[in-house]
């Protein structure tokens, strides 16, 4: 049974060097994830990283191919992402708005688009039965307002910065308007009586196939800031942590509480979102 790993960590956007939506603390959390896997048993030859102008939307996708295409029943894969996140509109082919999707935002972005949820489906979609995958995003997709840390412990927090890249005017829109919308396909399948959010979390698959691990809640923004003179997210510094203080030797359920308790202790103002099968949210990680 294989351990597999892809890493992104995006601190500079197109163009190299100044000019983009530059960050500064994905590429220490990339490097901070892939050290803690090999401490909880990945082993370094099995996990494949991308950063800066190297994690490009083409790069992505082939690297996401690779950790699905090459496993097999009783394999453990991660998919660790840290960078931009976004909203766009998602248009059916008669042009009818068909729901809002977060999506994730490769170095190229401008040029090449986003990495949305129809991307990521097409792919996890073909990840063989008996495959536990588990997917982190620190990233974020609302522009909502940001806190600043509290607490002494953390006071030396400074450079905070969202995760977030705003959406264009035709994205921005609907966004705004996101409460009223009822899409096409809505209309189809609700019910008087319940109506189902226009937004869809990322690379949700049907039948949940993966976990998911988001830094934030969809209305809710990702934290970057410097702790002790090294600018790190959040949500990765108290994974990680908590990773190495267990040697992964933790159930999801229980990693998803210890997650919300770090994040709260230090005053942050985003609420970690764990999503998955009850029964993957019981066993134990890279088992």
């Known amino acids: ?11 500079d956007y ?5 000019g983009g939506p530059d960050l500064n603390g994905c590429i220490h959390d ?6 803690t896997l090999v401490i909880c048993g990945f082993s370094p030859k099995d996990i494949r990283i991308l950063t800066n102008q190297n994690a490009t939307k083409s790069n992505i996708l082939n690297y996401l191919k690779w950790l699905v295409t090459t496993s097999k029943k009783g394999d453990s894969l991660v998919f660790y992402y840290s960078g931009h996140g976004t909203r766009v509109a998602s248009m059916n082919d008669d042009l009818e708005l068909d729901g809002l999707d977060e999506a994730i935002c490769p170095h190229d972005y401008k040029t090449a688009g986003v990495l949305r949820d129809d991307d990521f489906k097409a792919i996890l979609n073909t990840l063989p ?3 536990n995958l588990d997917v982190f995003f620190d990233c974020c997709h609302s522009g909502s307002g940001t806190r600043r840390i509290k607490f002494d412990e953390f006071n030396n927090l400074t450079n905070e910065t ?3 890249i705003e ?3 035709e994205d921005e829109f609907y966004i705004n308007f996101s409460r009223e919308l009822e899409t096409k396909s809505e209309k189809e399948i609700n019910t008087k009586s319940e109506k189902k959010s226009t937004t869809k979390s990322l690379i949700k698959v049907r039948a949940m196939n993966h976990v998911l691990w988001a ?7 990702a934290m970057e800031g410097d702790f002790t003179g090294q600018t790190r997210g959040y949500f990765t510094y108290n994974l990680c942590k908590i990773l190495r203080a267990t040697n992964g030797k933790i159930n999801r359920t229980l990693l998803d509480i210890q997650l919300s308790n ?8 985003q609420i970690n979102q764990t999503e998955g099968k009850t029964t993957e949210l019981k066993q134990f990680l890279f088992k």
Request: with cysteine; net charge positive; hydrophobic share 50%.
């Open 167 to 169: 959406p264009m005017l």
């Open 262 to 269: 770090a994040l709260s202790a230090m005053g942050a103002a």
């Open 1 to 11: 049974m294989a351990k597999k790993a892809v890493i992104i960590g995006i601190n």
């Open 14 to 18: 197109a163009p190299i060097g100044p």
């Open 162 to 164: 969202p995760r977030f």
């Open 30 to 35: 990339a490097r901070d994830m892939a050290n």
């Open 129 to 131: 039965t008996g495959v």
């Open 215 to 221: 830094a934030c809640k969809e209305n809710q923004v």
